[in-house]
């Protein structure tokens, strides 16, 4: 009995100690957190004042994700040989040249992807990997500055897919109008001026305009965290058949060294490209666009994430 309480009351000391290291711990680490929290917000404070200074800026991360798969006699699938697998790339790139009368800045979106599903049970199935997402953007900005904020500018952009049907349709948008920069890292631009050239092996359906471009696009890093948010949209004069808009969005969140987990996002609604799927799909050429849904396309992409 005795040898129960000894025990006992040594059990209960020990929990007590413990109890009593663990909070005295905490103590000593709660305002350590407060001073790492007021040194990153220093150190992000030094770097938008970097950010702000003349010259050249550059920064690139991207997302690659993929996995691999095989099965064999794995008969509670339909197909019980098979092998699959999906590999994604994307990449955000920018170079900015920031200086007190003017700026130039120049911006890079890539997204491509291949799947492969190949049943081994017949003979005839595809056992390559195919082209799946598949998204180029490039653009070039250049303005002169009235104010610190407000610039007259001309804007270069061009989309494309590179994979398959390259430049089919490759969209070209060549204009002028003001930009406008109301914190270091938002850029707006509203160039009511635009040619949007489309080329296109359809011309019966690919159609280019003169209209209106606006375009927003955020790019920062915080710490551990990369993201880049852009929004591309063109208004024609002539028809809104003819506008289309593309939302992309990147993120990264280091994890170790520049190594770290990647998420992209894109929207895009682009009525032509809609038209010409339904053409293609229904072998119908007679199809107008009052006869189509224009359905907001999309991708995303989770995956290792590699920051330069």
């Not at 599903?117 to 082209?131: G, L, M, Y």
């Not at 500018?153 to 994979?163: D, K, P, V």
Request: net charge negative.
């Amino acid at each position: 009995m005795k040898r129960l309480i000894v025990l006992g009351a040594a059990m209960f000391l020990a929990i007590s100690l413990q109890a009593q290291t663990e909070e005295e711990l905490k103590a000593q680490q709660s305002p350590k957190k407060a001073e790492i929290a007021k040194l990153q917000g220093e150190v992000d404070a030094l770097q938008a004042q970097i950010d702000a200074l003349p010259g050249w800026k550059y920064g690139a991360f991207g997302t690659i994700g993929g996995n691999i798969s095989k099965f064999n006699d794995w008969f509670s699938q339909g197909t019980p040989n098979v092998s699959s697998g999906n590999i994604t790339v994307t990449g955000n790139a920018f170079a900015n040249k920031l200086e007190d009368k003017y700026f130039w800045r120049n911006s890079l979106n890539v997204n491509l992807g291949w799947v492969k599903f190949d049943n081994e049970d017949d003979s005839t199935d595809d056992d390559s990997f195919r082209e799946a997402t598949d998204v180029f953007n490039v653009s070039s900005l250049y303005g002169y500055k009235l104010t610190e904020k407000l610039a007259v500018s001309a804007l270069g952009e061009y989309r494309t897919t590179i994979l398959n049907n390259f430049n089919d349709p490759g969209y070209l948008d060549l204009g002028v109008g003001a930009t406008w920069t109301p914190i270091t890292n938002l850029v707006v631009v509203v160039h009511p001026l635009n040619y949007n050239f489309v080329f296109s092996d359809n011309d019966a359906v690919f159609e280019s305009s003169l209209g209106a471009k606006i375009v927003a696009d955020y790019t920062r890093q915080i710490g551990k965290i990369a993201f880049k948010s852009n929004l591309s949209a063109f208004a024609s004069y002539k028809s809104s058949d003819l506008s289309n808009w593309t939302w992309t969005n990147g993120f990264a969140y280091t994890l170790w060294k520049k190594i770290g987990v990647g998420f992209d996002f894109g929207l895009r609604g682009n009525k032509q490209e809609a038209l010409n799927f339904a053409q293609a799909t229904l072998g119908d050429t007679t199809l107008s666009f009052d006869d189509i849904d224009n359905q907001v396309q999309s991708y995303w992409v989770l995956g290792l994430s590699y920051s330069f």
